[in-house]
């Protein structure tokens, strides 16, 4: 378990969630509000304007995701090196706010590929240090809540982003390339909220000053180690969100209404995840878990056999939930479960882990979905969760 500061908080101070926090969810908002009004359409951008395969659209996310999780690992060892988080998390931001142009610029899929490898760059450099920076901020008794709520708010940007690009997109005429113009103008506001409105407390001076060594990793423990495995396994079980846009244009939804499919999601998403991260906090995380397994495995299935527009809905409805139920969850398991000193090392090692499953998850269901049909994709990617429940169930509750 991780150490506390010797001073321990009241009963209300340990509940309380840090304005810091609420910094971080703000700038997590306004990025995602930009990064998902390109994210919403790109996936018909590439094969509707660019004339890209779905194998294609699997391998740039794939690739884009997992030049994410490689930047993580770098960037949560160097974090915990200097004892300082928020430098690297603002170029992260600023990385991917400087990407955003690109989208505008590309005229084939190498070029999205490249404009989607710098703005997931900048999403592994700012990830383990932010997740890491809360951490620090928050006592063992609020991180269900403080994590939830920074998700919570990361998500209110996921569907005001799609939200945006459709009322864009009807107002502008389907100018694709305005509105990943446009886009950048959250992005820039991301940075400045950040730069302004964040602090973060001071340098601990136990943080290691050399990278992370064999005998570190054994320190993290065992139970930090199955963490890892059951988010990496869940993470190949849930492919990138740009499949489920192509599952919902293919049951007939239109090509401007594409973002819709992310607006659903993240509405359920945002709603659920701080008060299932807040009930985490009084309840057994490891059940918690396993029923956020269980509906996964009912949305791909839903997923997988939808006769109609407004059945994927439901299925993409479902999938939220899931997410609600296991992103802020496995932070804050991941956070109990490691020491402070190597904190943001342990965020960057599992968020590697989950970047390489959601590369090859992203492929295979490109490829999946390319010779075999929609259908294969969702089923395997039930298959794949009910191993990671299987993984699950025999760990201690923690």
């Excluded at 890209?52 to 794939?62: D, F, K, N, P, Q």
């Excluded at 299925?315 to 402070?340: I, K, R, S």
């Amino acid at each position: 378990m991780s150490s506390e500061s010797a001073a321990q908080p009241s009963r209300a101070e340990d509940r309380a969630v840090p304005r810091t926090v609420w910094a971080l969810g703000l700038v997590s908002l306004l990025m995602d509000t930009s990064s998902e009004m390109i994210h919403g359409l790109l996936p018909v951008f590439l094969v509707s304007v660019l004339g890209a395969s779905t194998a294609t659209v699997g391998l740039i996310e794939g690739v884009g995701e997992g030049t994410a999780s490689i930047s993580r690992l770098f960037s949560g060892w160097l974090s915990d090196r200097l004892g300082r988080r928020k430098a690297l998390t603002v170029a992260g931001y600023g990385l991917s706010a400087l990407s955003k142009p690109l989208f505008a610029l590309a005229i084939n899929a190498p070029l999205v590929l490249a404009a989607r490898f710098s703005d997931r760059v900048g999403k592994g450099i700012r990830g383990a240090p932010r997740d890491a920076l809360i951490s620090d901020l928050v006592p063992a008794g609020s991180r269900g809540a403080a994590y939830g709520l920074r998700q919570a708010l990361d998500t209110v940007g996921a569907f005001a982003g799609p939200l945006t690009a459709m009322a864009l997109m009807a107002a502008l005429n389907n100018d694709f390339r305005l509105v990943f113009w446009l886009a950048l103008i959250p992005a820039l506001l991301s940075v400045l909220v950040l730069v302004i409105g964040v602090r973060e407390p001071p340098h601990r001076s136990s943080a290691p000053q050399t990278p992370v060594r064999i005998d570190e990793c054994r320190a993290l423990g065992r139970a930090y180690w199955a963490i890892v495995a059951v988010g990496a396994l869940l993470t190949l079980a849930r492919f990138s969100e740009a499949f489920l846009i192509l599952r919902a244009q293919g049951a007939g939804l239109p090509l401007a209404l594409a973002p819709l499919v992310l607006v659903v999601m993240n509405v359920v998403y945002a709603g659920s995840a701080y008060p299932l991260g807040a009930l985490s906090d009084r309840a057994n995380r490891r059940r918690l878990l396993a029923l956020g397994f269980a509906t996964l495995i009912a949305a791909d299935l839903i997923l997988a056999w939808a006769p109609n527009l407004w059945v994927v809905m439901g299925g993409v409805a479902v999938w939220g939930l899931h997410l609600g139920m296991t992103q802020g969850l496995l932070a804050a398991l991941v956070a109990d479960a490691c020491p402070m000193s190597l904190r943001a090392s342990a965020f960057g090692v599992f968020n590697f882990a989950s970047g390489v499953a959601l590369l090859v998850a992203s492929v295979l269901a490109g490829l999946l979905w390319a010779w075999i049909g929609p259908s294969a994709t969702f089923i395997a990617g039930a298959a794949f969760t009910v191993l990671g429940l299987s993984l699950l169930l025999p760990l201690r509750s923690t």
